[in-house]
Each structure stands twice: as structure tokens, then as C-alpha cells.
């Protein structure tokens, strides 16, 4: 037996002595065996050779004295993307990916590796590439590398799950057609997901204001949310517009910390800020709080990221009752249809529209527990006769503010945006509807002592030379000095 493309690792190497018996034509005593090796190659091949040993006269050989034996590899042998699927931080830079190879060849090769995008996106959250990944006559391993981009943008805000912190795309193992034709085939992992975890954080102030009664602690929610996996430190620095610093409020800095925590995605802190009662009567006054955090390569300031805190005057301006900011004037209504008696009272209200200033804002302050401010804009007709035609509401003890808008248009109301029905829609504290009647709305507050509510009449209906909408303040018979009405 001689090799020809084979060595003596791939068949029993051996010598046949073959014997004809007297009388025989045919002997197949010479048995080849070929060996399983485990290894991918090519078909290989070895000779034998057909001689007559020793003296022999009468026997000689003739063609064919040679013999051709191929060995025809069957080994399966199939590539593969070691892992289903990788899960990585999105600031990683890159991460090494293994091909692994279920048997060696003996011979060298290539397979390709695509990428597809998923919710990630090439070139903004991954650097796209096509790989040609190399093997060498016995290896069964071969890796290459992938990169991530760090776009230090939190991705899917308002986060709501884990799942929204996550991209994703897809590697493809790929086999040409003459790794193919050598009887290489695709494993089970011929494509791995690669999720992309967002390492990126955002904090921001809940609300963008908030108003309290001097003397009273300024709530100031922060929220965080994003990769909570690291520690967060954030700074909240006050800082002075019409407010002064330890004169009406405390200015320390307010520190809020949050720790590292893999299972959550968002979380939030709620620290106060005190105002001092200063015993004068003044408007309004306000300060600014400004957000810093401690590793802004990571973290950035999201909206709001800067917030106003409204200081209200505790005291009673003595001369205009609550009214701070004193309207221009009151023009009492006379028509029977404009004086509605308070059912529970049996009393009869005292009515009347507000005029002030265009531009101007008045503010009211019932028994501490209620407030309003209103901003006058400029009759159409009549530039003395100036309307509102917004107010802002805190009820109930409530530190937010409600919004309500109305067109004289159609009538139309809203509340924080919503539009007020002909039902009662209640809103921390405060309760609104339309009349049925389609002129005008109820505006409707419950009074510290809760011995009855206050209430102002929004009229569509034309009530003067103005065109415009006009808010009525109705004050009731027989409120106690503490229960200054704002709305009566």
C-alpha cells in the first residue's frame, strides 16, 4: 500500500499475502480499512500494488496490477456564532465574538458575518461592517470584534420598563458557495441577537413651579431614570430673583442620592426648601433652582431641568381685603337674571365683573387653604374694560396649580387642558362644569371650614360694550372675616 494524497493516520497500513488455492480464480484477502479522523478534508487517496513474490515462473502479472482507493471524507462539519446571544453596556467600546467550527479541516477557509439592524441603528448605536472571518488547516476557532457607539442619549423616554433601556440588531453567519461546496454547513447559531444596553441616565425636576404660602415648606420632587445601576448624585442650587436668600427662603443646596440599583429604571426623591415669613405684606416673590449632577458624561438634564418657586404672601393686604393686586374697578350686574340666590343659604349673592390693568395679574387667598391669580389681557371694544381670560387655581391644600382657559367662542372651557363638560369634573379639590343652559360655567371651591364653597360664574354671554369673555367674583352674604372669599 503506498499514500498518494493521504498518510498512514487515515487506513490501517498493511502487507497482503495473497493465496490461490489449487483450482482458484478470485481472492479477496486483502482488506483495506480506512480510519475515522474526525477532521474536514478532501477526498484522499492511496495505491496498491500488485507484485508476485518469490520464484514464481509461471505466474506473472498483467494490467491491471495497480489499484486507486479514495477515501471519501464523511464528516459532518458544521460552523457556528458560539453564543445565541449577547448582552452588552452600551459604553463596552467593543466586545469580542466567537465562530467556533465543530470539527478542523485540513485545509483553509473563510465564512462572512452581516449585520442587520433591529431597534438599534447602524451607525448611531453600532459601527456597521461586513466580517470576513478567517480559518487555518486545523483550527476550530476563530473571533472578531464588534463596535458600539456611545450616542450619551437615553433612549425611549419616558421610560416605563427595563425592556425600553434595551436595542438590539442581528449578526448573520454566512458560507460562500465554495466553503459550501467542501460540505461545510450553518450550525444552530448561524445568527446572534447582540442587546445593547443603554448606560445613560436622565433627572429632572417634576414640575416646573410650584407656589406655597410664606412660611411653608417648597416640595421639590427630582426624578431619575434610565441605567440606575451606578450611583447618582444630584445638586439643587437656589438662586435668587425677586426672593431673597435668608431673608425669604433658606438657600442651602440640597443634595439628593441615589443609589445603584440594577433592577429598577426609574426612581425619584422628594426634599423641601423653607420659606421665612418675613411679617411685610409684598407681591409675590420667586426663586430659581438650578440641577447639577455629578457625571455628566453620563447623566444629562432633562425638561424641566430648571424650576420656579412662587413664595404667596401670608398676610391679608388689610386695605383690599384678599385682593393683592387691587382691580381696577367692579361693575356690579344689575339684571335679574345676573343675581342667583345660594340654594343652601337662601342668601342672595353680590355680583360682579373684575376689570384691572391690562397685563396686570390680581391674586386671592382664601383662609390659606385657597388661591387664585388671574392675568388681565386687553378688551377688543373697550381698552378700559379688560377681561381675563386665564386663572390659575390651588385648592384643598394642594401645592399644584390648575389651569383654566375659556373662549367665549363657542364656549369653551378647559381645565389643564381637558375641556369641561356639562358634568361635574373634580380636580384636587376643585370642582367645574358647564351649564346646561351652554352660557356659562361653575367654578367651584370648598372653603377651609368646609361650612360651604366657594363659587365664581364664568359668563359667555355679552355683558358689556367688550366683545370678550368676562370671569365674575361673587362674594356671599354673612362670610366670616377668616373666610374671606375669594369667590363667595
Not at 463596535?147 to 421610560?159: G, K
Request: glycine fraction near 6%; charge should be negative.
Amino acid at each position: 500500500i503506498t499514500d498518494v494524497s493521504t498518510n498512514s493516520d487515515d487506513y490501517e497500513p498493511r502487507t497482503c499475502t495473497i493465496t490461490f488455492l489449487a483450482g482458484e480464480t478470485e481472492n479477496a484477502d486483502c482488506i483495506i480499512s480506512a480510519r475515522s479522523d474526525d477532521v474536514k478534508e478532501c477526498d484522499e487517496d492511496l495505491r496498491a500494488d500488485l507484485s508476485i513474490p518469490g520464484d514464481q515462473p509461471d505466474v506473472m502479472t498483467e494490467d491491471p496490477d495497480m489499484a486507486l482507493v479514495t477515501i471519501e471524507d464523511n464528516t459532518v462539519m458544521t460552523i457556528s456564532i458560539e453564543l445565541p446571544r449577547y448582552t452588552v453596556k452600551e459604553d463596552v467600546g467593543t466586545f469580542d465574538v466567537n465562530v467556533t467550527a465543530s470539527a478542523p479541516t485540513s485545509f483553509d477557509y473563510n465564512v462572512t458575518v452581516t449585520m442587520t439592524p433591529g431597534t438599534a441603528v447602524a451607525g448611531q448605536d453600532y459601527v456597521p461592517r461586513v466580517y470576513v472571518v478567517p480559518f487555518s488547516a486545523g483550527e476550530t476557532e476563530s473571533s472578531f470584534f464588534v463596535e458600539l457607539i456611545d450616542d450619551n442619549i437615553l433612549e425611549n423616554p419616558p421610560v416605563n420598563s427595563m425592556t425600553d433601556l434595551l436595542e438590539s440588531f442581528t449578526l448573520n453567519l454566512v458560507l460562500g458557495t465554495e466553503v459550501i461546496d467542501k460540505g461545510i454547513l450553518l450550525g444552530s447559531n448561524s445568527n446572534s441577537d447582540v442587546i445593547i444596553m443603554d448606560n445613560d441616565v436622565v433627572v429632572r425636576f417634576r414640575q416646573p413651579s410650584v407656589t406655597v404660602l410664606e412660611g411653608n415648606d417648597a416640595p421639590v420632587e427630582v426624578i431619575v431614570e434610565g441605567d440606575l445601576s451606578q450611583s447618582i448624585i444630584i445638586t439643587v442650587t437656589p438662586m435668587n430673583v425677586t426672593a431673597i436668600s435668608s431673608e425669604d427662603y433658606d438657600g442651602d443646596d440640597l443634595t439628593y442620592t441615589f443609589i445603584g440599583q440594577n433592577d429598577r429604571f426609574m426612581d425619584s426623591s422628594t426634599q423641601t426648601i423653607l420659606t421665612i415669613p418675613d411679617g411685610i405684606f409684598e407681591d409675590i416673590e420667586e426663586f430659581k433652582l438650578n440641577m447639577f449632577v455629578n457625571d455628566p458624561s453620563r447623566i444629562s438634564i432633562g425638561s424641566p431641568g430648571m424650576m420656579t418657586v412662587f413664595i404667596q404672601d401670608a398676610l391679608f393686604d388689610q386695605d383690599n381685603a384678599t385682593i393683592i393686586g387691587d382691580p381696577l374697578y367692579e361693575v356690579p350686574l344689575s339684571d335679574t337674571d345676573d343675581i342667583w340666590t345660594d340654594p343652601a343659604l337662601g342668601e342672595v349673592a353680590l355680583c360682579y365683573e373684575v376689570h384691572g390693568l391690562a397685563g396686570s395679574t390680581f391674586n386671592v387667598i382664601s383662609d390659606r387653604c385657597v388661591s387664585v391669580n388671574a392675568h388681565y389681557r386687553a378688551g377688543v371694544n373697550d381698552t378700559v374694560l379688560n377681561f381675563i381670560q386665564q386663572i390659575g387655581i390651588t385648592a384643598d391644600g394642594d401645592t399644584l396649580c390648575h389651569s383654566l382657559e375659556f373662549n367665549r367662542v363657542g364656549c369653551v372651557g378647559t381645565i389643564d387642558g381637558s375641556e369641561i363638560s356639562t358634568s361635574w369634573m373634580n380636580v384636587d379639590g376643585i370642582r367645574v362644569r358647564k351649564h346646561r343652559n351652554g352660557k356659562r360655567f361653575t367654578v367651584s371651591v370648598k372653603n377651609c371650614d368646609a361650612r360651604r364653597r366657594l363659587t365664581m360664574w364664568v359668563i359667555c354671554t355679552k355683558r358689556t360694550t367688550d366683545e370678550n369673555l368676562h370671569f365674575q367674583v361673587l362674594y356671599a352674604d354673612g362670610l366670616t372675616p377668616e373666610s374671606h372669599g375669594l369667590l363667595g
